[in-house]
């Protein structure tokens, strides 16, 4: 690498491929400015997971406020083991702020992590995104948003485009000035266009100003 492209943001070749796909795109590019994505690659699988249980379906403020309480269950440690998880009391998970179903599928989660049905992260290196998908969809209370989640944040996969998540969705209809949200599978559609830098097209789109006709511009 030469120092001139030392200083080049990370996501500067994926930004400027999204701003040639549109005037839309490319005004939204210019309004957020350079991505600054931050993946936590040194999770593993099965706490990037419990983590995202932790959000799903709440505001950020909250799922802050679970995992730190849930963290204060073992003092001193960066994050409670699977073992620790497994043994955990349901009254203790639930004053953490867990649901009934929450501490299920936490549970179900680091039992899966040591019977090998989550992979450890550099057994999951080598596998592609569809598989694991596949694998750990399998158990109860995670669909593919949450495996979305790790593979974007965790697993640091370039090409990912979370469909099924109301943003990501909400966002694109702003961006174009739908009088709807798309279907799932027609964004997926519409995201191929994106590839294969979809990781940060979702990063941008969750960035769209709500009020999009005040912000961007109307494509003529």
Same mark, same amino acid.
């Given at each position: /690498?030469? !120092?001139? /492209?030392s200083?080049?943001?990370?996501?500067?070749?994926?930004?400027?491929?999204?701003?040639?796909v549109?005037e839309?795109?490319?005004?939204?590019?210019?309004l957020v400015?350079?991505? %600054?994505h931050d $993946?936590k690659?040194?999770r593993?699988?099965?706490e990037?997971?419990?983590?995202a249980?932790a959000?799903?379906?709440?505001t950020a403020?909250?799922?802050?406020a679970i995992?730190a309480?849930?963290?204060?269950? @073992? !003092? *001193?440690?960066s994050? !409670? %083991?699977l073992?620790?998880?497994?043994v955990?009391?349901f009254?203790?998970l639930?004053a953490? *702020?867990?649901?009934g179903?929450?501490?299920?599928? =936490?549970?179900a989660?680091?039992?899966?992590? #040591?019977?090998g049905l989550? !992979?450890?992260?550099?057994?999951?290196?080598?596998m592609?995104?569809?598989?694991?998908?596949?694998?750990i969809?399998?158990?109860?209370? =995670?669909g593919?948003?949450t495996v *979305?989640m790790?593979l /974007? +944040?965790s #697993?640091? @996969? $370039?090409?990912?485009?979370p469909?099924?998540?109301?943003?990501?969705?909400?966002? +694109?209809?702003?961006?174009?000035?739908l *009088?709807?949200? #798309?279907? $799932?599978?027609?964004?997926?559609?519409?995201g191929?266009?994106?590839?294969? +830098?979809r %990781?940060?097209?979702?990063? +941008?789109?969750?960035?769209? $100003?709500?009020e999009?006709?005040?912000?961007l511009p109307?494509?003529?």
């Amino acid at each position: /690498m030469t !120092p001139a /492209m030392s200083h080049k943001p990370r996501y500067a070749q994926a930004a400027e491929f999204l701003r040639n796909v549109d005037e839309d795109w490319a005004c939204l590019v210019d309004l957020v400015g350079p991505c %600054t994505h931050d $993946p936590k690659a040194a999770r593993e699988p099965y706490e990037a997971l419990v983590r995202a249980i932790a959000y799903q379906q709440l505001t950020a403020k909250a799922g802050d406020a679970i995992i730190a309480r849930l963290k204060a269950l @073992r !003092p *001193g440690s960066s994050f !409670p %083991t699977l073992e620790q998880i497994i043994v955990a009391e349901f009254d203790a998970l639930r004053a953490c *702020g867990f649901s009934g179903s929450k501490i299920a599928t =936490i549970k179900a989660i680091s039992e899966g992590s #040591l019977s090998g049905l989550v !992979p450890s992260r550099a057994a999951a290196a080598g596998m592609d995104d569809e598989d694991l998908i596949r694998r750990i969809t399998a158990i109860k209370g =995670i669909g593919r948003w949450t495996v *979305g989640m790790l593979l /974007m +944040y965790s #697993l640091e @996969r $370039p090409d990912i485009l979370p469909v099924d998540d109301f943003g990501v969705r909400e966002s +694109y209809r702003l961006l174009k000035g739908l *009088g709807e949200q #798309l279907k $799932p599978r027609d964004l997926r559609e519409i995201g191929k266009a994106w590839s294969p +830098y979809r %990781t940060v097209a979702s990063w +941008y789109l969750w960035r769209v $100003p709500r009020e999009r006709g005040r912000v961007l511009p109307q494509s003529s």
